[in-house]
C-alpha cells in the first residue's frame, strides 16, 4: 500500500486561501468565543438560565479570579504532560510528511486517564470537596484562556525558525491574525514532545469530566444524593473521553493532527472550549433539577448507545480499511480506485451516508442534552453548535477529498448522495 503523505510534496507552504472567516473571524472569533464560554457559564449558573435576556448577564469581576484557579490549571497541565512522557503504552508513527519523515507519538492517554481516575478517587476518599469546582468555573475558564492565548503566541513566534516544510499549508498565509488564528506550523514540538497532540486529547478531555464530577459532587452537597440525569449526563461523556482516549491512535489520522496548523483556534479548543462548554449540561443541571421517568431514561440511554455504536463502528471501520484493506473485517467490502492508489469505500457504513461518523456523534450529543428536559435552550447549545461545526467541516473535508481524489470523489459522491443525514442531507 503507498504510504499517506501529508499533503502534497509539491505544493508550496505558502498559501493564500483563508477559511473560518479569514480576517474577520481572526478579529472577531478569539474576542466572541472566550466571552461566549464566560456567559455560557455564567447563564447555567444563574436561577433563569434564559438565554434571551438582554442585555446578556455577564459575571461580575469579583467572579472572575480566584488565586487558587491559575495553580489548579498549572497543576493539571504538568501533571498531564508527566504522564505523557512516562514510558507506558506503544509508540506509533503519524503519518508522511512533506520532506518524507514520519513522527513518533506516544499511545498512553487511556493510562492518562486511569492514573487521573486513581488520583481523583484518592481526593474524594480524603474528604477533598470536588464541588467547589462549580464556584471555581469561571476562574478556571478565565486562565485555560489566558493559557491558551500564551501558547498561541509562543507558537506563532516559534513558527518563524520552522524550516518551510513544517508549515500547515493553510497556516501561512502572511496575514498575523489569521496565520496566529488558524496556526502556523503544522507539528510544533519541544524536543519530543508534540504539544498539538497532546494538547488535542488530555489535559481539555480529561478536564471536561473531571468538571462533570465536580458538579455531581456540587449536586450531593446541596440535594443528598446525584439525580438520575446528572449521572447519565456523566456517564455518557465519561464513555465519550474513555472511547477517544482507548482509540487514541486513530487522532493521528484526523484533520486537525494532518491538516490544521496548532494556532489559537485549536490552544482555545482544546483548552478553553472543550472543557467549559461541552459538559454545559452538567452545570445546568446543579442549579436546574430535572425528574425523569425510568421509560424516558430508557429512550435516552437507547439513543446514546445507538449514536455510539454508529459512532464507532465506522470510525473503526474506516481506521481499519485505511491501515490494512485486505483485513478480513472490510476486505470483502465494495471499493473505488483513486488516482493516488488509495481506494474509497462506497459500501458498509461508508456506503450508507459519506460521514456516518458524524451521524452517530451527532446523535450522542442530543442524548446529552435531553436528560435536561425541554424548559430551556441552554443546554442544548452543544448540539447546537455541533450540527454546525460538523456541517462546516464536512464541507472542508469535501473540499479537501475533490481536491485529493477528483474524478473518483464525484463518483463516490454519485455513489453516496446525502453527506450526514440519509434522504435529508
Ligand atoms: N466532539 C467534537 O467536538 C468533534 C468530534 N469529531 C469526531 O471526530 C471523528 C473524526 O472526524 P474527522 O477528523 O472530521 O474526519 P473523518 O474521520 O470523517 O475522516 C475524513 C477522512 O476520511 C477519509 N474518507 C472519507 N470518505 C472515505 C471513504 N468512503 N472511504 C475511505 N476513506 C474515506 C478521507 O481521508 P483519506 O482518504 O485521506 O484517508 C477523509 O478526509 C468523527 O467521528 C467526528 O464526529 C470531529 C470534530 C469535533
Ligand atoms: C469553536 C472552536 C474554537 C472550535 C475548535 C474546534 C475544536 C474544539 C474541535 C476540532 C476537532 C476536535 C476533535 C475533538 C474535540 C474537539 C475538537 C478539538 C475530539 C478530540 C473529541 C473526541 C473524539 O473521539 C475525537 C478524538 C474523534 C475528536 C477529534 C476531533
Redesign the pocket.
Given at each position: 500500500m503507498r504510504p499517506?503523505i501529508q499533503d502534497s510534496k509539491h505544493r508550496s507552504s505558502h498559501t493564500t486561501e483563508q477559511e473560518f472567516g479569514g480576517t474577520l473571524g481572526a478579529i472577531c472569533i478569539p474576542i466572541f468565543l472566550p466571552l461566549t464560554v464566560l456567559l455560557l457559564i455564567t447563564l447555567c449558573q444563574s436561577p433563569d438560565a434564559s438565554v434571551l435576556q438582554w442585555p446578556p448577564l455577564l459575571p461580575s469581576s469579583e467572579r472572575l479570579w480566584d488565586p487558587l484557579a491559575p495553580m489548579l490549571v498549572l497543576g493539571w497541565m504538568a501533571l498531564h504532560a508527566v504522564l505523557y512522557l512516562l514510558p507506558f503504552g506503544k509508540v506509533s508513527e503519524g503519518l508522511v510528511l512533506r520532506d518524507g519523515t514520519r513522527l513518533k507519538y506516544p499511545i498512553n492517554g487511556f493510562y492518562g486517564l486511569c492514573i487521573t481516575g486513581v488520583l481523583l478517587m484518592l481526593f474524594v476518599w480524603l474528604g477533598a470537596p470536588l464541588g467547589f469546582l462549580f464556584e471555581l468555573l469561571l476562574p478556571l475558564a478565565m486562565c485555560a484562556t489566558a493559557l491558551s492565548f500564551l501558547l498561541a503566541v509562543y507558537l506563532y513566534v516559534r513558527s518563524f525558525w520552522a524550516p518551510p516544510h513544517a508549515l500547515a499549508l493553510g497556516g501561512n498565509t502572511g496575514n498575523p491574525l489569521y496565520d496566529f488564528y488558524i496556526g502556523r506550523e503544522l507539528n510544533p514540538r519541544i524536543g519530543n514532545f508534540d504539544l498539538k497532540y497532546f494538547c488535542e486529547l488530555r489535559p481539555g478531555l480529561i478536564g471536561w469530566v473531571v468538571i462533570n464530577l465536580g458538579m455531581l459532587m456540587k449536586e450531593v452537597e446541596l440535594r443528598g444524593s446525584p439525580s438520575l440525569a446528572m449521572i447519565m449526563v456523566n456517564s455518557f461523556q465519561l464513555l465519550y473521553v474513555t472511547d477517544a482516549l482507548w482509540n487514541e491512535e486513530a487522532v493521528l489520522?484526523?484533520?486537525?493532527i494532518v491538516h490544521d496548523g496548532f494556532g489559537f483556534m485549536l490552544t482555545f479548543g482544546d483548552l478553553g472550549w472543550?472543557p467549559f462548554t461541552?459538559g454545559l449540561q452538567a452545570i445546568f443541571l446543579v442549579m436546574h433539577p430535572q425528574h425523569i421517568s425510568p421509560l424516558k431514561a430508557a429512550a435516552i440511554i437507547t439513543l446514546n448507545g445507538v449514536g455510539y455504536y454508529i459512532?464507532r463502528k465506522s470510525?473503526s471501520q474506516?481506521n481499519q480499511?485505511?491501515r490494512d484493506p485486505t483485513h478480513p473485517s472490510v476486505a470483502r467490502l465494495e471499493?473505488i480506485a483513486t488516482s493516488t492508489g488509495?481506494?474509497?469505500?462506497?459500501s458498509g457504513w461508508?456506503g450508507f451516508v459519506?460521514?456516518p461518523?458524524?451521524l452517530?456523534?451527532m446523535a450522542m450529543a442530543l442524548a446529552w442534552s435531553l436528560p435536561c428536559g425541554f424548559s430551556h435552550l441552554l443546554p442544548y447549545f452543544y448540539v447546537i453548535y455541533?450540527t454546525i461545526?460538523?456541517i462546516h467541516?464536512e464541507a472542508r473535508?469535501e473540499r479537501?477529498?475533490r481536491g485529493?481524489?477528483g474524478l473518483a470523489w464525484d463518483t463516490?459522491c454519485r455513489r453516496?448522495p446525502y453527506r450526514i443525514f440519509p434522504y435529508i442531507y
Open positions: 499517506n489520522t484526523t484533520m486537525d472543550v461541552y459512532f470510525n474506516k480499511f485505511r471499493t488509495k481506494r474509497l469505500l462506497v461508508w459519506r460521514h461518523n458524524y452517530g456523534d455541533f461545526l460538523l467541516r473535508d479537501q477529498c485529493k481524489y463516490y453516496v
